[in-house]
């Protein structure tokens, strides 16, 4: 796997502050596509889409006063590019409480890159139940997409070069709040 002592942080996109105005953005944009929530089900891809999602849940609330369940996907054993991964898959399993039949499922992650994580995601949500239909809202969308798969919320979208690594840092998970672009250094470790 890549370990990030081969890159460089080029520069910081957002903050902590754009990050909190991207998903209140966010959180306003699916109150109104959804004409409200009612129905609505955030799931949260693994490591940092969970937080995110939950970060979204808190938002609505706020702004809506209605509580939307949260739910947690790893997706793991369904990435088609395991092969490809050093590290052995891990099962770190689901958790969805919430029947999600039906329902209108949000989905979320961090990062939109090649879609692959994404599609993966829709053969794990499907195994679980029958969404009245899903939507998908990223942190940032930084294109290179590998298979006919489009965010429905955006919180940024940074076009990369395919050298190039977004980085989201998330208090619960990293201690930091930042997204950054990084650049290979050439070092290996
Ligand atoms: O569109 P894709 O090409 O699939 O890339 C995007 C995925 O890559 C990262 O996950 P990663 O597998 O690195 O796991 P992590 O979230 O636990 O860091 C990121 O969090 C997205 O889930
Ligand atoms: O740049 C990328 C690509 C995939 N996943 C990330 O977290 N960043």
């Given at each position: 796997?890549?370990?990030?002592?081969?890159?460089?942080?080029?520069?910081?996109?957002?903050?902590?502050?754009?990050?909190?105005?991207?998903?209140?953005?966010?959180?306003?944009?699916?109150?109104?596509?959804?004409?409200?929530?009612?129905?609505?089900?955030?799931i949260?891809?693994?490591?940092?889409?969970?937080?995110?999602?939950?970060?979204?849940?808190?938002?609505?609330?706020?702004?809506?006063?209605?509580?939307?369940?949260?739910g947690?996907?790893?997706?793991?054993?369904?990435?088609?590019?395991?092969?490809?991964?050093?590290?052995?898959?891990?099962?770190?399993?689901?958790?969805?409480?919430?029947?999600?039949?039906?329902?209108?499922?949000?989905?979320?992650?961090?990062?939109?890159?090649?879609?692959?994580?994404?599609?993966?995601?829709?053969?794990?949500?499907?195994?679980?139940?029958?969404?009245?239909?899903?939507?998908?809202?990223?942190?940032?969308?930084?294109?290179?997409?590998?298979?006919?798969?489009?965010?429905?919320?955006?919180?940024?979208?940074?076009?990369?070069?395919?050298?190039?690594?977004?980085?989201?840092?998330?208090?619960e998970?990293?201690?930091?709040?930042?997204?950054?672009?990084l650049?290979?250094?050439?070092r290996?470790?």
């Open positions: 796997m890549t370990t990030m002592s081969e890159w460089k942080e080029k520069n910081v996109l957002l903050d902590e502050a754009a990050m909190r105005r991207a998903l209140t953005r966010i959180a306003h944009e699916i109150i109104e596509r959804n004409k409200g929530v009612e129905n609505c089900v955030l949260g891809i693994r490591t940092r889409g969970i937080y995110l999602a939950r970060r979204l849940a808190e938002r609505i609330q706020q702004i809506e006063g209605q509580t939307v369940p949260v947690e996907l790893d997706i793991t054993l369904y990435r088609d590019d395991l092969t490809r991964k050093q590290d052995q898959p891990m099962i770190k399993g689901s958790d969805i409480e919430e029947d999600i039949t039906d329902k209108k499922v949000i989905l979320v992650d961090d990062v939109l890159f090649t879609g692959r994580t994404v599609r993966a995601a829709l053969d794990a949500l499907m195994d679980v139940g029958r969404p009245q239909m899903i939507q998908l809202a990223v942190l940032v969308d930084r294109g290179h997409r590998e298979l006919p798969i489009r965010p429905d919320y955006v919180g940024k979208n940074v076009p990369t070069s395919k050298e190039e690594m977004i980085g989201v840092e998330l208090a998970v990293d201690h930091r709040e930042c997204v950054t672009i650049e290979k250094t050439g290996k470790k």
